[in-house]
């Protein structure tokens, strides 16, 4: 126990770790020159380089952090990436980075920015990182992590039914705009209120959600449109986290400090990874671990497995 606490409260960088941060900026770098040979746009090249190094620099700390540190590393990571995508891409670049926006760029066949970021981190790239987007880029939710409710009591049992709503609603609205040929992405100036509009929205009724039920995540629970969404491909992704069943002492204080309020022993027990498409990869579990006995797993799931949720509800 000592032996892991020391450990894990130095500094640790090692090689290993810097050549899997390497990897992956590399991997980002691929994703930069095939959108730049389709688009022959050269800010796809900076927007790769940028997220992808934020990304590969946040992962190669926190693996070599004291534990202490990891939360702040990845709100750090949250904030570089969260920022980025808002001021610049949203408001720099007049690009309506909201749900509403996406739909009416997929309508009119235009291959925007925001088009590259639903289809990279919210339908496709789940299936490598499931929600990792969630937890480290998420520019509704980093100003939700300001708020003082960073444990959650638990989930209202069955409110998450709304957020097929709200999507519904999302899509139906813009379908019926389209109807009308009402577009945005050739006005600069409707592009930005629908998406400030929107931004203002969800920032008000997450904040709202956040004091009603004593939890900063409850907007990601109960209303946010876009886990539906990541979790069709996301149930498979290769990166979950895992438990160590050797090291674990069932102190439970992983399962008490999970902001998404996943049983994360009952996975351990079943001597599974943590399947549950509610994980955003937080690492909130491994950095309060006194046994050091959480850690991200790559790994195929198949079969029954992928629908194995295991949340807690009140
Ligand atoms: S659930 Fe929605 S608001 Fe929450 S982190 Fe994910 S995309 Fe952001
Ligand atoms: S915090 Fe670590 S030791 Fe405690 S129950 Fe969770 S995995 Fe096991
Ligand atoms: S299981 Fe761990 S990584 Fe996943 S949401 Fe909970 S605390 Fe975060």
Redo the contacts with the bound molecule.
């Keep these: 126990m000592d032996d892991d606490n020391n450990k894990s409260n130095k500094w640790n960088l090692s090689l290993n770790d810097m050549g899997r941060s390497l990897t992956l900026f590399a991997v980002f770098m691929g994703y930069a020159l095939f959108t730049y040979f389709k688009t022959k746009n050269i800010f796809l090249i900076f927007n790769f380089v940028y997220i992808g190094s934020s990304i590969a620099l946040g992962l190669f700390l926190i693996n070599g952090a004291p534990r202490k540190l990891i939360p702040t590393i990845r709100r750090i990571i949250l904030f570089l990436i969260g920022i980025y995508l808002l001021v610049y891409v949203g408001f720099i670049r007049t690009e309506n980075m909201q749900m509403e926006g996406f739909f009416f760029y997929l309508f009119g066949g235009i291959f925007a920015g925001s088009t590259i970021h639903y289809l990279i981190a919210k339908i496709f790239g789940p299936i490598i990182f499931g929600?990792g987007?969630?937890g480290w880029a998420?520019w509704?939710?980093m100003i939700f992590e300001l708020l003082p409710y960073k444990k959650s009591r638990g989930r209202i049992k069955n409110l998450g039914i709304v957020k097929y709503i709200v999507l519904f609603l999302s899509f139906g609205i813009v379908l019926y705009f389209w109807n009308r040929g009402y577009t945005i992405y050739n006005y600069p100036e409707r592009e930005i209120l629908w998406f400030v509009v929107g931004l203002l929205l969800y920032y008000l009724s997450g904040i709202i959600l956040a004091f009603a039920f004593n939890d900063n995540r409850a907007?990601?629970k109960y209303l946010?449109p876009?886990?539906p969404i990541q979790n069709i491909l996301g149930r498979f992704s290769l990166i979950k986290m895992s438990i160590d069943k050797d090291k674990c002492v069932d102190c439970g204080l992983c399962e008490k400090n999970c902001p998404m309020d996943i049983k994360l022993l009952d996975y351990k027990n079943e001597n599974k990874r943590i399947l549950s498409t509610e994980c955003i990869l937080c690492s909130t579990c491994s950095s309060v671990c006194p046994k050091h006995a959480i850690s991200t797993k790559i790994k195929f799931d198949f079969g029954k497995d992928i629908l194995n949720y295991k949340i807690d509800k009140k």
């Design positions: 929600r987007f969630c998420c509704i939710v907007f990601c946010c876009i886990p």
